[in-house]
């Protein structure tokens, strides 16, 4: 299913604005998972942005291996599993998803010195919401 079905991309939108934070998870260079809490912002056309300190682990990871995933959302009625490609953005990718991140977080650090940021293109989302049925959704999404 493509990410403009209806209700794909209103459904990630809307859940990423409202639970503003979610968990990322990347890989290390010896397959160990790594999980950390950030905040994420999200573009109308559903891609996403996170921002990091250049040293973190993450940064590292990504560039050596660019897939992720999230999760959005852990109270009893909805959530958000999202698998995809992450970049670490230079030039003018940067700038705009910077001030994209900085224009809903107002006072992030997304385009200080020491600091990166992060595209992400979903890949797959499950929908997971008890207050519709049915209860879980899978939906495969083509690139954006």
């Keep these: 299913m493509d990410l403009a079905a209806p209700g794909t991309l209103a459904a990630l939108v809307s859940t990423v604005r409202r639970e503003q934070r979610g968990v990322l998870a990347t890989t290390a260079d010896d397959g160990a998972p790594e999980a950390a809490l ?3 912002a999200v573009l109308d056309d559903g891609t996403l942005i996170v921002n990091a300190p250049v ?3 993450k940064v590292a990871h ?6 992720v ?19 670490v953005l230079e030039g003018d990718d940067r700038i705009r998803l910077g001030a994209a991140y ?10 200080a010195d020491g ?4 595209g992400i293109r979903p890949r797959w989302i499950r ?12 939906t495969t999404l083509s690139p954006i």
Excluded: N, T, W
């Excluded at 009625?77 to 999202?82: I, K």
């Design 62 to 67: 990504l560039r050596r291996d660019p897939r």
């Design 115 to 118: 600091f990166v940021v992060i």
């Design 38 to 40: 950030v905040g994420i």
């Design 127 to 138: 929908d997971y919401d008890v207050e519709r049925e049915p209860r879980a959704i899978e």
């Design 69 to 87: 995933a999230l999760v959005l959302g852990a109270g009893p009625v909805r959530s958000l599993q999202v698998e995809g490609v992450a970049e």
């Design 55 to 57: 040293a973190a682990r």
């Design 102 to 111: 900085d224009a809903q977080y107002p006072g992030s650090r997304s385009l």
